[in-house]
């Protein structure tokens, strides 16, 4: 929901934005963009290869809008940005959400391969930026890093009561709940996830959990869970386009990630008051400084979090002042008023 709320904050009286996206079912964004401001269009293609033959597509509806700057997300699509920016004479954005090695290997070199035909890449940590510039020796184009951020008045304690989630969920009101909000793909861990609820509740016998998101690895991570007899325990609630209810639901957050950008749902926890134990995956360290803003763990060393949850799970006062650092913290550096900021000033330099 990056866009979304990134347009939220926009200038629209300074800029006009316009929003295309191939795979047809991939849509839960466009009524929010459409609600506030977008002009959203499909341009269908199911896979890279279709994707590949949308240029012509793409370059008409550039001539037919007027449109001044091309920003791409994600490498299929950013690939085709640079390809539609160099035939029309366009600059190219391009915002680098990962680390290149966490990519298959014909993507990353396609990407790497056409990297230098961005106008300017936007790296959203540190960790990322780092990673391009070890992946790509003779980077001809401009660097920066804008950190992801969130919208801290969106996204604040206090709007939702947690009691109505536990209700919905049939969770009783006085159990303490663990929730993550993840896309379900390998690099999340979420089977490790489940292992280590598992575990927590050998512990603490009254704990329940809740997993918001959806995605290739679904009933692999039901069918994990069912094996370990945590159906009544573990609460898939499938993809919501609204989580705050969910995080106001939560005691805690917990992140067993072996690599990341810089997880907007994290800033979105955090922002609105969760105490977060969590892997140093990619970005989440430039993030949570370790026992400040959060708990933090080796990516190999996973089942750290088991004793750090248990810990805050037993120590409310530990857990409320966590929660306050965490909010703290976002507000301070990872705004999302900052970020467009940097967007727009970035977007006037290159018009």
Known sequence: MLLPETLKLHDQGQFEFHYIYFLPWKDQMAGSLLAHGGKVVCIKANNNVQLMLKVPAVMSYVKEHGIQIIHGHLPWAGILARLVGRLANTPVIYTEHNKQERYHVATRKMNLATLNWNTCIVSVSKDVEESIRKHKRGLNARLETVLNGVNVSHFSPGQFNGKDIRNALGIPMEAPVIGTVAVFRFQKRLDLWIELAKEIITNIPEAHFIIVGDGPLNSQLLEKTKQLKLNERIHFTGL?????????????????????GLPIALLEAMSCGCPVVSTKAGGIKEVIRDKVDGLLCEVDEPEKLVEMACDLIRNKEKREDLALQARRRIISVFSMENMVAKLEKLYKELI
């Open 240 to 260: 919501q386009t609204e989580i705050r209810p969910y995080l106001a639901g939560f005691d805690m957050y917990m992140m067993t990630s072996v690599f990341e």
